[in-house]
Structures are given as structure tokens and as C-alpha cells.
């Protein structure tokens, strides 16, 4: 076999290096970038050896399958990369690769006399010049993996998956930012109990506070699942939270994700802080997204209810968003259930949330939860949420989140 620096060893087409330097000095190109669906599967199955085996004969029936004046290269453990310099119609890029997908789906790959692999290939294509078509058409693959494989997708540098990403960009280097100049800081919004008109709760929400201008959470939460930084958030609102409640006696909540579950701190920090600023656990209400399955996890639900023991108290949130999994949330029996916003804010006009708030009423009246009704945004939702016995209100009616703690009581 040839083995030069531009060719790879293994399948004897040309490697990332020659690609590169090939794409360098194009004016115009077409670029198909292939992936092999779930090519982790063969060598977990058969092997190495199998899954280069493979790899060969998938290189070999590239080159038979792509457009005929185009060249092949091996980019990555089990990605290709097909350029065509001639000038082609979106119409024609999208049958081209449709006639490489359908290829594969009718070709087994003969390895053994008796092992006979299917594989599939998804394929990401991009239309310009120099190096930066290849970096779009992983793109292109990447916004295809969210939604199907063994299919194709051409970039579109105005779809929404471009622009999530690029939001994703900027909120990375904004959440790093926050973080260095400490500009994160927590709002109180305050929990009615609508038995006695009083506020006795609060939820403690994170904001980033940049020259005056507050952003919330929805913008900036999954760059922080990105950068690695979920668990650094919650523990600034922990901190800030708890020196905050130590100068009364109101029960507060704070939101905890899954990845501070895994990562398994909460119990040693927040014992920590309750000590630091002497409050008692049972005034600590930790919330936890209707993230059910959540629960059917042996050392997740080991550590929940470890916090429970120590008085830490436990709310799931926003439940009905998702296919909310009854028989364990009654297993579980967390201390509140926050109803989501969304059948709340129509429970005036909409029939079918109606109905889904009072049979969630009805379950949790029958096992002693406790229902904290979201997005209250005016009297008249307030008056319906009393009137289905509804313990807790919360929503901008009532109170929008501050940074300092608002009124005691509401008439």
C-alpha cells in the first residue's frame, strides 16, 4: 500500500492533509462530507480488525458510488470526504447524494464467508471555497444527527441550527466572562400561600447583570452545560441564596439540574452553607425538573433521599411538560409538585388544561403533596387556582423576581 504523509495507510485514499491542502487555493468547490451511522457498533461487535475491514471496503465503494469527477479522501476514523470542482445545481448535489445513501442501503459488506455488515451513511454537504466547506459541512452533519441518520443535509448558514449554534458561541464566551467578573446574581420570586394571603416561600433564580441589563437563565443555561459550568451556577445561587435567607425565617427554593446530581456535591455544599449561615435544612427546597426517569436512578434516588433525611425538602418542577410518569413520582412523594406554567396560563380558556390540573390536584391531595400553581399572571387565574384548593401561587400577579426580598403579604 502507499504510505505517504497524504495518503492514509489503511484504505489507500488520500488523508485529511492532502484534503486541506487541496481545498486551500479552491475557487469553488463542492464538498460531500460522509459519515458511517454508528460505526462505534462494529468494532464494539466485531472487533478492529473487523471495523478496518470494513472501513476498506466502505472506501472502495465510495469510490464507486460518488460523482464521477470528484476525489476521495479518509478524514477521520469513519468519516469521508468527497470533492467535486464542477459546478452543481442544489437539485443535483441532493440526487448525488441520495444515489450514495441508496447505494449503501442496497450493498451488505461481505467480511467472512459467514459475515455479511450493513452499514448506512449520512452525509453533509457544503458548497464554496477553501477550507471552511469542510467545517460546514460537519455542521450540516451535525444538524442532521438531530432529527435522522441515512439521510443527507445541505448547509444553510440561516437555519435555526445555525443560529443556536452560533447564540451557543456567544453565550460561551459571556457565561466565561460572567463567571470572571462575578456578574452572576440571584432574583427572589415570591411563593403565595393562598390559605393566608402571605408570602412564605421564595424561588431563587440566577440571572447574568451586565450594565444594568438582567439575562435570564433560557439564554445562557445550555452554554454553561457546554463550558462545564452547570455545577459552578448552582452553587453561586446556593451561596448567594442561602446568605440571603439568613436574616429571616422564609422556606426558598433553588433549582438543581442533573448534571449537579452526577456530579454528586450537593449534600457536603449545602450542609456546608446551612452551617455557615445557620439555616436549617427544612427551610431548603430543592427543585428538580419533571426529569421523571431521573428518579429510577439507584444512586440519584440514593442521594435525593439522603437529603431528605438530613431535612432538605424536595420539589419537582414543571410537571406535566413532559410524559410525566405517575406510579414513580407516588413512589418517590416529593414534598411539592410545581404544575408547568403553560396549563396554568390557560386554565381560564383551555378545556384540556383545566382538566389536567385538576386531575393532578385530585393525585396529589390523595398523597399529601403539596401544589405550587406557576405563571399566576392575573386575579382571575389567582381566584381559579384558590378555588381548586391549590396550596401555592406563584407568577408575575403575585410578584416579579428581585433581587431583594418583597412583601410579606397579598390581599
Keep these: 500500500m502507499m504510505q505517504t504523509p497524504h495518503y492514509d495507510s489503511l484504505t489507500n485514499v488520500a488523508n485529511r492533509f492532502a484534503l486541506i491542502e487541496y481545498l486551500q ?46 476525489k476521495l479522501f479518509r478524514i477521520n476514523s469513519d468519516e469521508f470526504a468527497i ?38 451513511i449520512s452525509v453533509g454537504i457544503a458548497i464554496g471555497s477553501g477550507c471552511e466547506i469542510l467545517n460546514q459541512a460537519r455542521t450540516a452533519i451535525e444538524e442532521l444527527r438531530e432529527h435522522k441518520r441515512a439521510s443527507f443535509k445541505i448547509y ?21 466572562e460572567a463567571f470572571e467578573e462575578e456578574r452572576l446574581v440571584t432574583y427572589y420570586q415570591p411563593i403565595l ?13 440566577i440571572r447574568i447583570c451586565e450594565n444594568g441589563i438582567l439575562t435570564p437563565p433560557m439564554r445562557f443555561m445550555e452554554a454553561s452545560k457546554l463550558t462545564g459550568t452547570l455545577s459552578l451556577v448552582t452553587k453561586t445561587v446556593i451561596a448567594q441564596s442561602f446568605k440571603m435567607f439568613s436574616a429571616n425565617e422564609d422556606e426558598f427554593s433553588i433549582n ?13 455544599f449545602l450542609l ?21 426517569d431521573t428518579l429510577n436512578t439507584p444512586e440519584i434516588l440514593e442521594q435525593l433521599n439522603s437529603l431528605r433525611r438530613h431535612g432538605f425538602k424536595i420539589a419537582i418542577d414543571d410537571f406535566g411538560s413532559q410524559s410525566s410518569n405517575f406510579s414513580r413520582l407516588l413512589e418517590f412523594s416529593p414534598d411539592y409538585l410545581k404544575i408547568d406554567g403553560s396549563f396554568i396560563k390557560n386554565i381560564l380558556t383551555d378545556k384540556k388544561s383545566l382538566v389536567i390540573v385538576e386531575a393532578v390536584v385530585l393525585l396529589c391531595k390523595k398523597s399529601n403533596i403539596k401544589i405550587i400553581a406557576e405563571f399566576v399572571h392575573s386575579a382571575e387565574v389567582q381566584a381559579k387556582v384558590k378555588e381548586l384548593g391549590i396550596e401555592y401561587s406563584q ?17
Excluded at 156 to 162: H, N, V
Excluded at 395 to 407: C, N
Design 83 to 120: 470533492v467535486c470542482l464542477e459546478m452543481m445545481s442544489v437539485q443535483r448535489l441532493s440526487d448525488a447524494a441520495s444515489s450514495m445513501i441508496s447505494f449503501f442501503d442496497q450493498t451488505e459488506i461481505e467480511i467472512a464467508k459467514n459475515l455479511n455488515i450493513k452499514v448506512s
Design 272 to 292: 456546608k452553607n446551612a452551617k455557615k449561615y445557620g439555616i436549617l435544612p427544612s427551610r431548603v427546597v430543592l427543585e428538580i425538573l419533571e426529569d421523571i
Design 395 to 411: 407568577g408575575y400577579y403575585l410578584g416579579e423576581p428581585s433581587a431583594e426580598l418583597g412583601k410579606s403579604s397579598f390581599a
Design 193 to 205: 400561600n393562598n390559605a393566608t394571603n402571605r408570602v412564605e416561600k421564595y424561588e431563587c433564580l
Design 25 to 70: 487555493d479552491l475557487k469553488h468547490a463542492n464538498i460531500f462530507l460522509v459519515d458511517i451511522d454508528n460505526f462505534n457498533n462494529i468494532n464494539n461487535n466485531y472487533g478492529f480488525e473487523t471495523g478496518d475491514r470494513v472501513l476498506v471496503r466502505i472506501a472502495e465503494l465510495l469510490s464507486l458510488a460518488k460523482p464521477y469527477t470528484s
Design 156 to 176: 444553510d448558514a440561516g437555519s435555526a441550527f445555525i443560529k443556536k449554534q452560533q447564540e451557543n458561541i456567544y453565550w460561551i464566551h459571556k457565561i466565561k
Design 256 to 268: 438543581i439540574t442533573n448534571t449537579d446530581l452526577y456530579l454528586n456535591f450537593l449534600e457536603e
